[in-house]
Each structure stands twice: as C-alpha cells, then as structure tokens.
C-alpha cells in the first residue's frame, strides 16, 4: 500500500512540476524550484520527501499570510475588506476540514501518508496564494 501511495504521490510531484509556473507567472516560484530540486535530490526517502514538503508547506504558508496582509491592507476599510476577511475564514474552516479528512483517508497509508497529507496541504496554500496575488494591486513580482 505505502508503494502506491508512494507512487502516486511522484506521480503529482512531476504534473506539479510540469505546469505551468505559479499563477501563470513568466518564471517559477522560488518556493517551487526549492521544492523540486529538494525532491530531487530525497532519492525516494520518505523522511527526506516530508522535510522537503514541510519546507515548501512553510513556504507557502507564510506567502499566503503575506499576500493576505498585503491585500488587506490594499484593500483599507472599504466592503472588499470585509468580504475577504470572511472569505479568508472560510477558507480556513474549510482548510482544517480538508486536512482532518486526508488524515482519516490516509490513515492506512503507512509512512507514506503524512507525507501525502502534507502535500496535500501545501498545494491548498500554493493554490490560495495565487488567488490572494491575484487581488494585490499593482505588483505583480512573486511572493
């Protein structure tokens, strides 16, 4: 079972890597090429995938609690504001929800299921930083 998971799991780490390039961006992320050469270099290691994958977890993390400052602050105390910031609350009920479902499912997933799990969880943040770039104003360099 954990070879499956295992193979499915490289199996998303290569589309990920063939895609195109963060929110259609001219150039990869950097948290992205960290990521992929990191996986690269793990030689299949379970314990050297989910370091690499909690790095760029972390990574995503704080682009998207920037980017959401950044837009918030953009935003000032106008209705785009508040909307956002129940949006953003959403998300995040919906996010912990997400996370404690892939943890039941994967459950039997053996050492290859945090791993799993937290790819799963980093791609959530990836995916909502780019919405959150999307609403800044002006720049458009990666975060």
Known sequence: MS?????????????HATEAHWC????????????ARAMEQSGGVTVVMHDAV???????DAALNRLYRDVMRG?????????LREAQRAWL???KA???SDLVQQGDGGSAGPLT????????????ACALHGMREGDAAPD
């Open 93 to 95: 009920a919906w996010d």
């Open 54 to 60: 909690a790095e760029a977890y972390d990574g995503w």
């Open 3 to 15: 070879r499956l998971v295992f193979l499915v799991f490289m199996l998303s780490c290569s589309a």
């Open 75 to 83: 935003f000032g105390k106008d209705a785009r504001a508040t909307a």
């Open 117 to 128: 799990v937290t790819g799963l969880a980093m791609q959530r943040r990836r995916d909502r």
């Open 24 to 35: 259609s961006l001219p150039q990869p992320h950097p948290i992205d090429v960290r990521y």
């Open 98 to 100: 997400e996370t404690r």
